[in-house]
């Protein structure tokens, strides 16, 4: 389940499981939007990316879906392995005349065997 | 080489010192980027170079002063910091503006 606090959200799932970690992106000119995955003591590692006019993409075992509506991202991982176990943050970029990724706040991942 | 190298990784310096941090890339990208993340934060926009010239300062306070001295190099000259200035710094570079960055491992900075 989640656990929001003090610290960062943590979703705990079981290996095997899917995993959906959400986000709310703050700017809706936002046109441009990236998942990245963060292991202790790394950089950000770039998993997968949407632009405005889709609203699904796919990459391995990875899915990023878009709401506009609601400013909502999604990012669904199948068969959540222990090697998922990271933080997950969502950016946001304006493509209207300045460069600027702006991050989310970050979830946790916990994967138990 | 398609890597964002740091250096160094890791660096305690005093209040009264001045170092800089090192970013270097070889894939041709032409914007190139500081971050700061705290502990349990996100990465927070500090610099935005493109083309080399700076194109975004996050309003930085001055003992913070980058320098890009061609297009494969970033640099974060660190002076008179501040104990709240201890951080992960990170670096990143993209082909493009609005494109995918690609970060690298960082600089564990202490300040003491």
């Known amino acids: 389940g989640e656990s929001v606090g003090l610290h960062l959200p943590t979703l705990s799932v079981q290996e095997g499981d899917n995993s959906i970690i959400n986000c709310a992106y703050s700017?809706?000119?936002?046109?441009?939007f990236i998942w990245y995955k963060q292991e202790s003591g790394k950089g950000p590692q770039f998993i997968i990316d949407i632009r405005s006019n889709m609203d699904k993409r796919q990459g391995q075992r990875v899915t990023v879906l878009l709401n506009k509506t609601v400013k909502h991202l999604s990012l669904q991982i199948a068969a959540t392995q222990p090697g998922d176990s990271a933080v997950y943050f969502c950016?946001?970029?304006?493509?209207?005349?300045?460069?600027?990724?702006?991050f989310g706040a970050g979830t946790r991942l916990a994967v138990h065997p | 080489d398609t890597e964002v190298t740091q250096t160094p990784k890791h660096l305690v310096m005093g209040m009264t010192n001045k170092k800089s941090l090192k970013c270097e890339q070889h894939m041709g990208h032409r914007a190139m980027y500081w971050y700061k993340q705290k502990a349990k934060k996100p990465p927070e926009l500090m610099f935005v170079y493109s083309y080399e010239k700076l194109s975004i300062n996050e309003s930085v306070p001055s003992r913070f002063s980058p320098e890009c001295p061609n297009s494969s190099l970033l640099n974060l000259h660190l002076h008179a910091l501040q104990p709240e200035d201890s951080a992960l710094y990170l670096c990143?570079?993209?082909?493009?503006?609005?494109?995918?960055?690609?970060f690298g491992s960082g600089t564990r900075l202490t300040v003491v």
């Open positions: 700017n809706s000119a936002s046109d441009y």
């Open positions: 950016a946001e970029n304006y493509s209207g005349g300045y460069n600027k990724l702006i």
């Open positions: 990143a570079s993209s082909q493009e503006e609005v494109d995918i960055l690609l």
